[in-house]
Every structure is written in C-alpha cells, then in structure tokens.
C-alpha cells in the first residue's frame, strides 16, 4: 500500500509516450521523426475491493484522481476517509484501489453507480434524471473577494504551466490560484473532468499535511465549463470558476444556485462573467 504521508510515485510518470510519426503535405516530402502523444489507458477505481467505475484518463498523479473523484462523487466525506490507496498494473490497464472509512463505503453501497466512464463525458452509467444533481449547499457569498487583474494573470499562468499540453498538444488542465491570482499546482489529463478532478485531489492531500488557508482562490480550466465542472467546484468550496472557453446554460443557473462566480472566454485580459459578477471587487470585465 502506497502510505498518504508519502510522494505521490504516480505523479512521477510523465502522461506521455514517444511515437515515431510521419510528417507529410500536399506539397511536402514525407519524413519520419519522433513525437511526443498523451497517454489514455482505462483505470478502474475499487473502493474495498468493490468495483466502482473505469474511466479513460491519463496515468499521471493517480492518487490525486481517486481523492478528487471520491471527494466530488460523495464517496468520501473529507481526505481522511481514505486510508490508503494502492496502483496495481494489470495487462488491460491499471487498477487503482483504495481502502475507506466503513461509514463511507456503507453510504456507496447505498447508492452505487455502474459507471462506464469515457473521456470528456461526466455522467456515463447514471440510472436515473434524479442522479444527475447532487444536493449541495450553497457555498458562501463572496462579494469582492476576486479582482478582475487576479482572474486574468492566473489564466495567462496557466497557460504557460501546461507542460503536457506543450509535449502533446492533446490533454486539458485545471490550475490552482489564490485569490489574488498565483497560480499554486497545475494537474493535467486527456479528459476535461479528470483534471479538475486532480486538481481537486491534490488540494485535498495537502490538507492531510496542512490546515487549509482559508482562501477559497479559484480554479482556472482549459476547456469549457459544463455543468458537472461546476458541480465540481461548488463541492470542492471553490467559490470561483474560470474557463477559457463557454459555459453551459445548465453550468450557469447551477453556478448562481451554489454561489460560484462562473466566468468564461477568458483570453488574455478580458473574461465575461456569467455568474455573481458581485464576486468582483472592482466590477469590471467584459
């Protein structure tokens, strides 16, 4: 068993591997040359030796995936629920196992999901409209804790911090910013939840190190922002979004539902607000 108070060995693999391609044109020689492509494998999660779901993400930072996945499932109640997780590699892919409290596993029978996951899709395998929501309580208002300059430099940040999408061109990431927009981690993968997920996981590991700050900060994503990003965020008590590309109508009425500041488009300086604009200090975006 891999103890929680030990490095994260997973988050040691890089995510991708080198092909040998063949660059060509219309009106270009054909060459071969090396490249660098995002791994996909399946991972199935097991909770107690019970099978729960299998998803296709990247096999980097597995731990901080079955934390976040477990904390916004509702599997788990807080980081100490899981007492210790294990990465078995198997011929068809991996397995990640993880042992968690009785209380939490007898909750999970109650109300288990079979999952088929698939890469970018958050709600393969749910039985019935009424599984789509979870019921969570509204997070705290905010009103001027985010500035519209703290939005805009933890996107540009993470920009630049997304190294496997600079080696591959082909993963999504979510990064981690205080409030006053310092980008603190970075966790990337394949799939758009998956790496909020992570990111989501990694904070959560953190508080078994350290008590949290307080500052709710913002989560920044490279991609659109569903409604199940959304859902994410509020149960994980981020209290601001910020996706670079557009939001759902389904993300926004749930946003303004739990008080998470949604906003979307933010490229470069500028960022509409979708959500609780009272969230900003200074009221200005575009």
């Known amino acids: 068993m891999t103890p929680l108070d030990q490095p994260d060995t997973t988050a040691m693999s890089t995510g991708h591997k080198s092909y040998t391609v063949w660059r060509t044109g219309a009106n270009s020689k054909r060459y071969s040359e090396d490249?660098?492509?995002?791994?996909?494998?399946?991972?199935?999660?097991?909770?107690?030796?019970?099978?729960?779901?299998?998803?296709?993400?990247?096999p980097a930072d597995l731990e901080d995936f079955a934390f976040g996945f477990a904390y916004t499932e509702g599997i788990i109640r807080s980081a100490q629920d899981?007492?210790?997780?294990?990465?078995?590699?198997?011929?068809?892919?991996?397995?990640?196992?993880?042992?968690?409290?009785?209380?939490?596993?007898?909750?999970?029978k109650l109300r288990r999901r079979n999952l088929a996951g698939r890469t970018g899709c958050g709600l393969c395998g749910i039985e019935s409209l009424d599984e789509v929501q979870r019921q969570?309580?509204?997070?705290?208002p905010q009103p001027g804790r985010f500035s519209a300059q703290s939005i805009s430099s933890a996107v540009e940040q993470l920009r630049s911090m997304q190294a496997l999408h600079k080696s591959t061109g082909a993963t999504h990431a979510a990064g981690w910013s205080d409030s006053a927009g310092n980008i603190e981690y970075v966790r990337e993968d394949v799939g758009r939840h998956n790496a909020l997920d992570k990111l989501i996981g990694h904070r959560l590991r953190l508080s078994l190190q350290q008590p949290a700050s307080g500052d709710t900060g913002i989560a920044v994503i490279s991609s659109r922002a569903s409604f199940?990003?959304?859902?994410?965020a509020a149960a994980?008590?981020?209290?601001?979004?910020?996706?670079?590309?557009?939001?759902?109508?389904?993300?926004?009425?749930?946003?303004?539902?739990?008080?998470?500041?949604?906003a979307g488009f933010a490229r470069g300086s500028l960022f509409t607000v979708y959500s609780h604009h009272e969230f900003l200090g200074n009221g200005s975006a575009s």
């Open 136 to 140: 969570l309580e509204p997070l705290p």
């Open 82 to 108: 899981i007492y210790d997780l294990d990465v078995i590699e198997r011929p068809q892919g991996l397995v990640v196992q993880a042992t968690i409290a009785s209380a939490c596993l007898n909750e999970l």
């Open 228 to 232: 199940e990003m959304v859902q994410k």
């Open 236 to 262: 994980a008590g981020i209290s601001a979004l910020v996706a670079v590309s557009a939001p759902t109508s389904y993300a926004i009425d749930l946003a303004n539902k739990l008080n998470v500041l949604l």
């Open 35 to 58: 490249d660098e492509i995002a791994q996909e494998v399946p991972v199935a999660l097991e909770f107690n030796g019970i099978s729960h779901a299998t998803l296709l993400l990247t």
